[in-house]
């Protein structure tokens, strides 16, 4: 069940079922939704009430944005919506998440992309929608054309381009900065392990779409939704400065992989 209005839209995001485009971009930002929608011909607004919803086409190919706010409680309220809204007669759901990042590698710099292929989850609200220990894995087919539009755009895996695990939390700062949280060591302890895991990258929301799309598999084969995400490192591993690297690669790279799958 989700929240409706009066009128039929749903609660948080003012949309109607079956109005958003069946290929979405999910940042975490709604100024990052505003720099998609003026790559985008034909942009619409939607909403812009709680989230800012927009539309548009991208080389003739329909596409939607919206704002997943910061971190997974509410992620997972927005991205539910949304998968319910998706006019699906137009085909299965993509949904790629661009967002940015705390490098876990001290090869993984400022300004590099990380394409994820599957997420340690350190939150607890995927795990309330499919369940403790469930694997929240990338759709392959979205994580190679991520890789592919990054390439072409001249990042070179190995160097400002990274594939693998990455990780997802509740807590900013008392998890990238263990010394303003109640239990530095544990922090500490557990930020080395993933180090030592070779785990790339740290940030708060894909895991949740991941879990909604598994979870709506298994619900019904009428609606089939696919995800996956890409970020920009904007923390060091340890040390250095935080940066502000821009966003016009991570965007125009999630949007040449969404209408190139």
């Not at 971190?71 to 006019?87: F, K, L, M």
């Not at 369940?131 to 890789?147: K, Q, Y």
């Not at 755009?153 to 594939?163: C, I, Q, R, S, T």
């Not at 392990?193 to 019904?220: K, P």
Request: net charge negative; with cysteine; charged share 25%.
């Amino acid at each position: 069940m989700t929240f409706r209005d009066e009128d039929g839209r749903f609660h948080h995001i003012k949309v109607y079922e079956g109005e958003l485009p069946n290929r979405m971009l999910l940042p975490g930002s709604r100024p990052r939704v505003k720099k998609i929608s003026e790559r985008l011909d034909d942009s619409r607004v939607l909403a812009d009430d709680r989230q800012l919803v927009v539309e548009g086409y991208y080389k003739g190919i329909r596409i939607g944005a919206v704002d997943t706010g910061m971190g997974p409680s509410s992620a997972a309220i927005v991205v539910r919506e949304v998968i319910e809204a998706i006019d699906y007669e137009r085909g299965e759901a993509y949904l790629i998440r661009p967002g940015t990042s705390g490098s876990l590698q001290p090869y993984v710099k400022v300004g590099d992309l990380v394409v994820s292929t599957a997420v340690v989850a350190d939150e607890d609200v995927s795990w309330r929608i499919v369940g403790s220990g469930f694997p929240l894995v990338s759709d392959p087919n979205i994580a190679s054309a991520l890789v592919s539009a990054a390439e072409e755009a001249g990042y070179k895996l190995g160097d400002n381009l990274h594939v693998g695990v990455t990780h997802a939390k509740s807590a900013l700062y008392e998890f990238e900065e263990p010394e303003v949280s109640a239990f530095p060591e544990k922090c500490r302890s557990r930020l080395e392990q993933l180090t030592r895991m070779g785990v790339l990258c740290t940030e708060m929301e894909l895991s949740v779409i991941l879990a909604l799309a598994s979870w709506y598999n298994a619900l019904s084969r009428e609606r089939i939704v696919k995800a996956g995400g890409v970020f920009l490192v904007l923390s060091p591993y340890e040390g250095g400065k935080f940066g502000a690297p821009p966003e016009d690669d991570l965007i125009d790279i999630s949007l040449e992989a969404l209408v190139s799958i």
